[in-house]
């Protein structure tokens, strides 16, 4: 392929069409396609280029510390965690549905790997997607609402059709940060999903929020009202090897 038609292509952004060109005139010569077959071909090399480009613009976006796939997860490690049920999830119904999701259980068992993977699912979809600790977002909330800007921070979290919440749990939140984290929940209700992962079962989520019941039960109600747990029992993956050692 010339240097111009390269240029041509790349200017008129179709650069999929260009990065696969030389290879598909030598398979059309080769495999003797006609025109029409020739055509359909490059320009579906042009689609995926641009559909990968999106979901990695999704993904870079959603703010991932790193990206995890269901093909990367090791159910046959975790009885507990039904593959089916994961991959039903993995349609994204229930994020179109406004459901919410719960995953419980001790750390090291794969909760985190199961909310980027499904995250991970929803931005092939088209959906949007928000990851982030617990922690974290109530810091970045807390520093909001001192600086008068809380209205607008919390748009971060309400907006997308998909919020991820990791670890709640395993440190403790004050008052106002179980305010601000009701909050978003409070938001979120009946209007887009939520999947959390946390290492603490209902009983003890009062405890978490600096002995406030009164509040852990209503996110519970909500988060529970269109939502299911799953709940993941076993050893930490993390530490399969240490018996070995």
Not at 150 to 167: C, F, V, W
Not at 225 to 245: L, T
Request: charged residues 25%.
């Amino acid at each position: 392929m010339s240097d111009s038609l390269s240029q041509t292509l790349r200017k008129l952004r179709l650069s999929g069409l260009a990065s696969t060109l030389e290879v598909r005139l030598q398979e059309a010569t080769a495999s003797g396609l006609n025109h029409r077959e020739f055509l359909e071909l490059i320009l579906q090399d042009e689609l995926l280029v641009r559909n990968d480009r999106l979901i990695n613009r999704r993904l870079t976006a959603a703010g991932f510390r790193d990206t995890r796939t269901l093909e990367d997860f090791d159910f046959s490690f975790n009885p507990s965690i039904k593959k089916a049920k994961v991959f039903e999830l993995a349609t994204g119904r229930f994020i179109r549905e406004h459901r919410d999701l719960l995953l419980v259980g001790p750390p090291g068992t794969g909760k985190t790997h199961l909310l980027n993977a499904l995250a991970y699912t929803a931005c092939e979809k088209g959906l949007s997607v928000h990851f982030t600790r617990v922690i974290d977002m109530i810091n970045t909330l807390t520093t909001a609402q001192l600086k008068g800007t809380l209205e607008k921070t919390l748009k971060i979290y309400i907006r997308p059709a998909l919020l991820l919440l990791d670890e709640l749990g395993y440190l403790p939140i004050d008052r106002r940060g179980a305010n601000l984290l009701f909050q978003v929940v409070a938001a979120r209700y009946e209007s887009g999903a939520i999947v959390l992962s946390t290492n603490r079962p209902f009983r003890d989520w009062g405890q978490t929020f600096d002995v406030d019941n009164t509040l852990a039960t209503a996110m519970i109600d909500r988060l529970m009202h269109h939502g299911e747990p799953i709940v993941i029992q076993g050893d930490s993956y993390r530490m399969k090897d240490k018996g070995n050692e």
